[in-house]
């Protein structure tokens, strides 16, 4: 049985968030209009970016800048 979207993200999300310069992981659409997994980054450093999976099981990821994000 495939795993939904939602499985993958949260499957993912620690090691994800582990990398330098993620800021956050949530789901989303494609510039295609299809579901992704959203990883934001704080700039868009190309070392970050590349080094972000463009798939995680199938799912496509998508990068987008974000910036620093703090605690209010």
């Keep these: 049985m495939d795993s939904s ?11 994800l968030m582990a990398m330098s310069g993620v800021v956050s992981v949530g789901l989303g659409k494609s510039k295609s209009g299809k579901p992704a997994i959203i990883v934001g980054v704080e700039t868009d450093s190309e070392e970050i970016i590349s080094a972000i999976p463009d798939k995680l099981e199938g799912y496509p ?12």
């Design 5 to 15: 979207i939602q499985q993958v993200k949260e499957q993912h999300t620690a090691e």
């Design 61 to 72: 990821v998508e990068v987008q800048v974000m910036g620093g994000i703090s605690a209010q």
